[in-house]
């Protein structure tokens, strides 16, 4: 078990930095590198490949066909572990977009902050807040890029 709690201190601890460039620092040069790059989607996106492809067996009627199969997959810490590495790699792919898209509508960096900082912490919570500033900045409901 051991194994599981330092792969999960680390999924966090790891993205802390990339979740600070955001925050602090959107338009540095190393935070396009870093943060608006495939390698850290590459890193968690296989860890999560190979915590599926590697992985024991499930407990009897575990699945994703129900929400009971589900939850039973939930008791493996294997199974907890790739969904946790899912999420947080989807929460900052959401915040990356965020930053990204807020500079091209010319949103300033200080409307980010609270964003940000919540999707990092509660994921679609921090999307919401970030839409609902997004509209009140440009008055536009559309997430077409043009």
């Given at each position: 078990m051991?194994?599981f709690e330092l792969?999960?201190?680390?999924s966090n601890?790891?993205?802390?930095?990339?979740?600070?460039?955001l925050?602090?620092a959107?338009?540095?040069r190393w935070?396009?590198?870093?943060i608006?790059?495939?390698?850290i989607?590459?890193l968690?996106?296989?860890?999560v490949?190979?915590?599926v492809?590697?992985?024991?067996?499930?407990?009897e009627?575990?699945?994703?066909?129900?929400?009971?199969g589900?939850m039973l997959?939930?008791?493996?810490?294997?199974f907890?572990?790739?969904?946790?590495?899912?999420?947080?790699?989807?929460?900052?792919?959401i915040?990356a977009?965020?930053s990204?898209d807020?500079r091209?509508?010319?949103?300033?960096?200080?409307?980010?902050v609270?964003?940000?900082?919540?999707t990092?912490?509660?994921?679609?919570?921090?999307?919401?807040?970030?839409?609902?500033?997004?509209?009140s900045?440009?008055?536009?409901?559309?997430?077409?890029?043009?």
């Amino acid at each position: 078990m051991q194994h599981f709690e330092l792969i999960y201190l680390l999924s966090n601890v790891l993205l802390l930095p990339a979740w600070l460039l955001l925050i602090v620092a959107p338009e540095w040069r190393w935070t396009e590198r870093l943060i608006h790059s495939i390698w850290i989607p590459v890193l968690y996106s296989a860890a999560v490949t190979i915590m599926v492809v590697v992985r024991p067996a499930a407990a009897e009627g575990a699945d994703i066909g129900s929400l009971h199969g589900f939850m039973l997959l939930l008791d493996s810490p294997w199974f907890s572990l790739a969904i946790w590495l899912q999420l947080v790699l989807f929460d900052l792919f959401i915040g990356a977009w965020e930053s990204r898209d807020a500079r091209r509508l010319g949103i300033h960096a200080g409307w980010m902050v609270v964003p940000l900082v919540a999707t990092y912490i509660f994921g679609p919570p921090g999307l919401l807040i970030y839409l609902v500033v997004r509209y009140s900045r440009t008055r536009s409901a559309s997430l077409a890029e043009q």
